[in-house]
């Protein structure tokens, strides 16, 4: 949906949350976004400025996977309507005041990107295949994350979880908008998510909601993309031999078990933290 018809709808939204599909996201703008935060889950908010109608927006975002997630939640309590493959409605909601306030809050914590017509250039040393690589590695975490925190005990699923949730997009995001060269990718807070992400994981197998084996997968992952960013940072080229020596990175003795004993895990690494 182009975003004149999202803002013409926006404009007129006052009890409404309206979704609408980006690939494979969907996303709530304005109003509607105000309203997802406040009854279903406080993602990351984002904010954007559109020269073609003159209007800075907020919205967030959220992969499609969980789009089933939240129509179960309406079931009984608010009615969703699905007007076409793109774009879905909810209705009967509470009446909640104070947008006007929550966009001035959210304007002035948030970063703010503008589409301009020539994008900017890219970072130095982006290598755009390592990129893609890391993109779509994070994708796959992303998207595992969100069904894993999903299952986690309530008391653990809006806290760590959220934060798993929302550092995730924010770094998927990152990637794309450099990839699209309308950003920079800032490597240091990359690295500060990930690390933050491999800390936060390993209290959560300790708090016994992710098992052993899953716990190694996830950090897999991570380890996969830390060292597709670091050959990134460095502007290294040669990404088919350096993902060859990280594949299979076990200890020797690590090896030998699973060869013995198999876990059908995927291959990876392990984080030690």
Known sequence: MKIEKIYSIESQNRCEIHLVRDSKFWQAWERSSFLFSKLFRPFKINARFFKNISAEMVYLGFPDTLLAKIQEECDGKYSYK???????????????????DWKKSVLGAVPKTSPASKKQESHSNVNPRNMMLAYREMYDYTLDICRRTGKFYKNYKFGLGDRLRNDS??????????????????????????????????????????????????NAKIETILNLLRLESCGNDTVGENLSEFSSPLSPAMQRSRQTHGDGLPQGTPCRV
Do not use: C
């Not at 699905?82 to 006007?100: A, K, R």
């Open 82 to 100: 699905v007007i076409d493959e793109n774009h879905v409605v909810i209705t009967g909601l509470p009446v909640l005041e104070n947008f006007d």
């Open 169 to 218: 997009m924010e770094l998927l995001e990152m990637m794309q908008l450099a990839m699209q060269g309308f950003a920079k990718f800032d490597f240091d807070r990359a690295m500060q998510i990930l690390v933050r992400a491999r800390i936060q994981l390993r209290i959560l197998q300790d708090l016994k909601q992710i098992a052993n084996n899953q716990w190694i997968f996830v």
